[in-house]
């Protein structure tokens, strides 16, 4: 599955491309099972929305994950 991962507040933070989600300058930060997301080292560290296509919303507890690298 690839598509885009938006914050609670709407704004696109990352990217999917099969189980990676990456930053948005392609940096790889996490792997995605399902709507679980786990660090590199296999911690489970929080979830997606369980919503349907392409586009995904981070969980409001999830957004801390990626508020250090939201660019302006």
């Known amino acids: 599955m690839s598509g885009?991962?938006?914050n609670s507040n709407g704004t696109r933070v990352g990217?999917?491309?099969?189980?990676?989600?990456?930053?948005l300058n392609?940096?790889?930060l996490y792997?995605?099972?399902g709507i679980n997301i786990y660090r590199l080292s296999g911690e489970l560290v929080g979830?997606?929305?369980g919503t349907q296509?392409?586009?995904r919303r981070l969980d409001?507890?999830?957004?801390?994950l990626?508020?250090?690298r939201v660019s302006p």
């Open 60 to 64: 409001r507890s999830t957004d801390k």
């Open 15 to 23: 990217v999917v491309d099969g189980a990676t989600i990456f930053s």
């Open 47 to 49: 979830h997606l929305n």
């Open 53 to 55: 296509g392409t586009d």
């Open 31 to 33: 792997h995605l099972k």
């Open 4 to 6: 885009n991962i938006f």
């Open 26 to 28: 392609r940096q790889e």
């Open 66 to 68: 990626f508020s250090a």
